[in-house]
């Protein structure tokens, strides 16, 4: 027997006998507890009548047996050989076989208690060890991006895994990296498989691929098959620009554009002066950049000939000169002189002389400009004139005194021009000239006529100088009555005559003058040379400064302090002022503002000056006055009640009189005033204390009468159920704060709180309001809440094997009389015991019992129950693809997605890196472990089979483990 097998009987004949020996007791009970041989006895009768035999009972220890280390492996990890000591005996559990070979795929994920049990072949004995296997769930790889990145820019990837905690990029070869959300410049265009492999702590991970488009910026090539010529200029065009997704704007110089790639013909506009360039701009962009290319076209003109003489009418034998300013790029010219003369010169000027006899003769000239885009003629005619001129003037007069004004008149013959040199530098052009000599001296005045021919005469002036005067002031500026002195400093003079701008006069050489009135007056000088009887004179500025009157207003002049009072300057003549305000303050502004802090009576000084210097000075009084001081208190400072009658105290000093505003409507002249505030609120009460002067002080205090708070509540829903929360919501009045005792030992400080009963029965509810300034509230209601009793919701499932998709529920509530199942396909039940069938493509469903009792109390619980889909589809888990003609496909096996019920069917297998390596449409078709013909790799592989009808599509997906 095994240890630990229990007490077992043993029974002797006769009966009646006892037992003796270990592990036993005379009645023959065998304790297996512990493993060794034991020799047993049994004896019956007594004396010489004693019998006995016995009996060896062996008890074997069980065998030890050790299930391995806990181990953990990927959802997609293939199947895992478990290994136990000793061989030989059996596995058990959830996702393994009897041999050992555990499938992620048939377990679930989490931990998956696995248990191997032995039996000792030599006893018998059993025994058994458990082992945890942990299938770690596989992360969703995922990532987005933007369809087109740009070469050489930074590109973002959004990583929108689950459940992952890794990542591993590999950007199509051109770079790797392990952030979450990268960023990754490709250098050069073209299309990038970028993968990501998204993995767990446990090393579990999953792959995506998706493709990037990579562009570059954009190069412009604009071909044009002419790019100069003459005007107007056709221009075809061509593009060999190069890159993607490309747009283009084609500006052609200014006069239009295209946004054609190979725009139509277009036509430049010739400039009649000069060659014009017209840039042609092609731009081509796509959403990596853009570039441009400028390509001029320079448009030739034809040539306009234009040319002329500096005058129409020449003289006999004149070199006459002929500009030529022809436009349009001429580089060539042919000149006909019309007097038998020919040139090909293209200077700017070219000459050409003509004669006449004795009369005018006219000559006509022609120009020819040329180049390679044309040619055009010009023409002009000129007069020719024979030689003949005589040159006459007379002046007046011929002396005088300076400065001598000499008017001139010309009675020259002949077509002529005229030339006059005044002899001391200047010179006309006029007809009959006037000119002044400034200076004294002898000057010859000569007169040159030119037309045809050339003549000149001349003439003789004098010119006496004058005296030049001069005077000093002193001093240079007085006060009204100031008298000024006057100092001729003039040389050589025979008189002087003195006018002093006021209408005053004087011969005498250096008078003394003085004026009545302020002002600037101009004071002239006239002097006679004792040598040639020339006068001259000299005007010179005096300045009579004002005398200024001081006179000021100050307004107030009296009044109370803080007296602020303002200086109204009525001063005149003044520009600087100075101001004592008899408290030693003093100022220099015209009209200051000034205040007396200090009661007193004080003199205000004003001193007003101009810029002259003149001044005068004005004092007068201000006084100001003291102020009362205000202040009172109340015999208390708030109240919680109303109408509340208060009691005021007056504090004032230096006061006469009062006026009370007690904050109410109401007010008062008496000393100590009492009030009466009959509803709650904050009352201002205000004081004015006036002195015999009139000055006041004002002083304020508030005295506040807090609303009495009113507590009062509503409870919802009453009655109420066992565990269910009830809304106290506050209608209390005029209150802040709160505090709740429900009833039931607890409390609340929430202003609306909810509160939960655990159970049945009635309870008093209180309410204490707080508000304001302490004041206070207290409501208490009694029997306030009823509470009913809730049920209690509870049920069990079993699948029915005769109905596919049916469960039975079993109600197992208590406390109920009322129920409604929600099975989470859409349909409902209120049975007690109901026999639901489940949709048949199956799947995981949450239904949930909600019990009701006769007090309309609910209670709810919810299970989660996983129906089987119909039809079925059975795929193996493992193949060995080896060529011994077992095991070798890998194929589903369906049942009821028949394609004589129009279903359409793909399997297909996926590497472990996401790749498709297998598809087919063919039922019958298997996967033979190659991939692109190469000998199968043992590996774990996704398989995929999607079946559809009518839009009804069903997808199972799977892993499948190629051994050998």
Known sequence: MCVANG??????????????????????????????????????????????????????????????????????????QLNANPPGGTWSGTGVDPFGLFDPLQALPGGNAVTYQYTDPATGCSNSDGALVTVQPLPTAGFTHAPIACANVPFQFTNTSAGANFYEWDFGGTGTSFFSDPWHTFNTTGVYNVMLVAGTAAGCTDTIYSSVQVWDVPQAVPILDVVNGCGPLTVNFDNQSLGDGVSYWWDFGGLGSSALQWPPTFTFPMDPQDAIVYPVTLVVTNQCGSDQVVVDVTVLPEPTA???????????????????????????????????????SSATIVTSSYAADTVNTPFTIMLIASNACGSDTAQYTITVLPNQVTSFFNVDPVQGCAPLTVNLTHYTSGDTALFWDF?????????????????????????SAMGCGFDSFSQDITVFPAPVPSFTTAPQGVCVGGEFTFTNGTPGISGSQWTFGDGGTSAITSPVHSYTTSGTFPVTLTVTSAVNGCTASITQNVTVGITPVAAFVPVPDNGCIDLDVSFNNNST????????????????????????????????????????????????????????????????????????????????????????????????????????????????????????YGCTATYSDEFTVHPTPVASFIAQPIPACEGRPISFTNTSAD??????????????????????????????????????????????????????????????SDTLLSVRNAIQFSNLSQGASAYTWDFNDGELSNEVHPLHLFPADGGGFTVCLIALNTFNCPDTICKFEMVASDPLIFVPNTFTPNNDTRNDEFKPILNGYTDAGGWHYTFMVFDRWGLEIFTTHDRDEGWDGKVGGADPVIDVYVWRVVVERDGDARDFIGHVSLLK
């Open 7 to 80: 007490t077992l009987q043993l029974n002797g004949t006769p009966v009646g006998g006892s037992w003796s020996g270990a592990q036993v007791n005379a009645a023959g009970q065998f304790d297996t507890s512990v493993p060794g041989n034991y020799l047993l006895t049994y004896s019956f009768g007594t004396a010489t009548c004693l019998l006995q035999d016995q009996v060896t009972m062996t008890v074997n220890a069980l065998p030890v047996v050790d299930a391995g280390n806990d181990i953990a492996v990927c959802l997609d990890g293939g199947l895992q």
């Open 306 to 344: 234009v040319f002329g003489p500096d005058v129409d009418v020449h003289c006999s034998y004149a070199d006459v000169p002929f500009a030529n300013v022809s436009y349009g790029l001429p580089d060539s010219f042919q000149w006909d002189f019309g007097n038998g003369q020919t040139s090909t």
């Open 423 to 447: 002899g001391d530098g200047g010179f006309s052009l006029l007809p009959d000239p006037t000119h002044t000599y400034n200076t004294p001296g002898t000057y010859t005045i000569e007169l």
């Open 573 to 692: 003549g003044a520009s600087f002022y100075q101001w004592d305000f008899g408290d030693g303050n003093t100022s220099g502004v015209a009209d200051p503002f000034h205040t007396y802090t200090i009661a007193g009576g004080y003199t205000v000084t004003l001193i007003a000056e101009n810029v002259n210097g003149c001044a005068d000075t004005i004092s007068l009084p201000v006084v100001a006055h003291p102020l009362p001081t205000a202040f009172f208190t109340f015999t208390f400072d708030a109240s919680c009640t109303s109408p509340v009658t208060v009691q005021t105290v007056n504090g004032s000093s230096g006061a006469v009189s009062y006026d009370w505003d007690l904050g109410n409507g109401q007010t008062s002249q008496l000393n100590q005033p009492t009030a009466v505030f009959d509803a709650p609120g904050t009352y201002t009460v205000a004081l004015t204390a006036t002195n015999q």
């Open 735 to 796: 209150a802040a704060t709160y505090h709740w005792f429900f009833g039931d030992g607890s409390g609340s400080l929430a202003d609306a709180p909810l509160h939960s009963y655990a159970n049945a029965g009635l309870y008093d509810i209180t309410l204490i309001a707080y508000g304001a300034g302490g004041c206070t509230d207290t409501l208490v209601v009694d029997d306030a809440i009823i509470v009913h009793p809730t049920p209690f919701a509870d049920f069990t």
